[in-house]
């Protein structure tokens, strides 16, 4: 049996190897994973669809999963916040979706537009100026990746901007593993996202406006959302919100700059940015894997695999994005894939986004800044020449865990 550890540096930077290595056994394997439990990791493309909209895979975490944890404040925090909608099944699963999906209607997303063009147009001014001042080596991830994404959900959600730094501080905590931290930073995050999570809450009762939270809050009171879901909707939604998106920016750009062919052609025709930003999604999926599911009978998978009743499962989305049956050549990165051929044929829909009922509610959102930022980021970027990363792109870390992926830090600087 395969032996996983998701802290390991190695496999944060590169885990395609081994996802390869299990799909050779079969769509889904049985791994040992570091913390002494066993899952079955789902890689083939069909299979990893299938699993995501098949309600015999629950998503409602069985009572004692993981390691014990003694009771504490902050495991009563990180049980409440838990509570949220990826972590349910219809009916309550088909209530929590409907009170936010209004709110990522496409209308209303595209009508973002202007507001995220002019706050990426801010950053990347910004941080072009720090480059010709000669600061030294700037952090693409700090100065853009993660801001961008934080104002534009923070102004959707009502989240003040004086709290971004703080904020992902703790959801950075609660998504990576916990052998990876100093002991109780963890169970610290939990507890401070609980009290924020709830202070804000409380504000927007006594002065509501139009933001999103707002509109929960508003919804609660009419019987939508109990106190618990409320709090479990703000974290998922801020948590959901930008670290998709973040790492959707930051890998895009390290990959178009060790792509030089690539930059070069989107930059003659911009109409390829789609495609780029499709492929991106693809070659280095934001989000590795999704949340854990748990068998509720016997399932067949085909080919001979049958994930047992009460199995711990997890769909890997980035092993399915790079499955050979459905993406020739799938450890290349290609934009071209998504490029409409004369006949009007293309790539398959890549799987970043999820499949079926808890498709990704925000990819609208997150599609739209990458396809607005990343021109505006390379125009700047590029004005002058010199530019350069100031660090080995073998050497840069990855964020640690199965759940979200995308560089730690991405450094540049003028030659």
């Not at 930059?267 to 999604?281: G, K, N, S, T």
Request: glycine share 8%; with cysteine; hydrophobic share 45%.
């Amino acid at each position: 049996m395969h032996v996983l550890d998701p802290a390991d540096p190695g496999f944060a930077r590169d885990p395609y190897p081994f996802y390869a290595r299990l799909r050779e056994q079969g769509p889904a394997a049985r791994v040992a994973l570091a913390n002494g439990t066993q899952a079955w990791l789902v890689t083939g493309y069909e299979q990893t669809r299938a699993v995501l909209a098949d309600a015999r895979f629950s998503n409602v975490p069985p009572q004692g999963a993981g390691r014990p944890k003694a009771d504490s404040p902050a495991q009563r925090a990180r049980a409440c916040l838990a509570r949220h909608m990826l972590n349910t099944d219809a009916p309550d699963h088909t209530r929590l979706r409907r009170l936010t999906s209004a709110a990522f209607a496409p209308r209303r997303v595209d009508a973002l537009r202007p507001r995220i063009e002019k706050l990426a147009d801010g950053l990347v001014t910004e941080l072009a100026s720090r480059l010709e001042r000669g600061e030294g080596p700037v952090d693409l991830v700090d100065t853009f990746a993660f801001p961008l994404p934080v104002l534009v959900i923070g102004e959707v959600l009502g989240v003040p901007e004086a709290d971004r730094d703080d904020l992902r501080e703790w959801t950075y905590r609660v998504g990576s593993p916990a052998d990876t931290l100093p002991q109780g930073a963890v169970d610290e995050a939990w507890a401070r996202l609980y009290g924020y999570f709830s202070v804000l809450i409380e504000d927007k009762r006594r002065r509501p406006g139009e933001d999103l939270f707002s509109g929960l809050v508003h919804d609660a009171a009419e019987g939508g959302l109990d106190d618990g879901e409320l709090l479990a909707m703000a974290f998922l939604l801020l948590f959901a919100g930008y670290e998709t998106t973040m790492n959707l920016l930051a890998s895009a750009t390290l990959l178009l700059l060790t792509h030089p062919e690539e930059l070069a052609a989107v930059r003659c025709d911009p109409a390829r940015w789609h495609a780029v930003v499709e492929e991106v999604l693809r070659h280095a999926s934001p989000l590795e894997g999704t949340t854990w599911r748990q068998a509720a009978e016997d399932v067949d998978l085909g080919g001979g695999t049958v994930v047992p009743a009460g199995a711990s499962v997890l769909a890997v989305l980035a092993a399915a994005n790079r499955d050979p049956a459905y993406f020739p050549d799938p450890d290349a990165f290609q934009p071209d894939r998504y490029v409409s051929s004369a006949d009007g044929t293309r790539a398959v829909p890549h799987a970043a986004f999820g499949h079926g009922p808890h498709f990704c509610v925000g990819s609208r959102l997150a599609r739209l800044e990458a396809v607005v930022a990343l021109p505006l980021l390379f125009d700047a970027l590029l004005s002058s020449p010199g530019l350069r990363l100031a660090e080995d792109p073998a050497d840069l870390p990855y964020r640690p865990g199965l759940l979200v992926r995308g560089p730690r830090r991405l450094p540049v600087s003028r030659a």
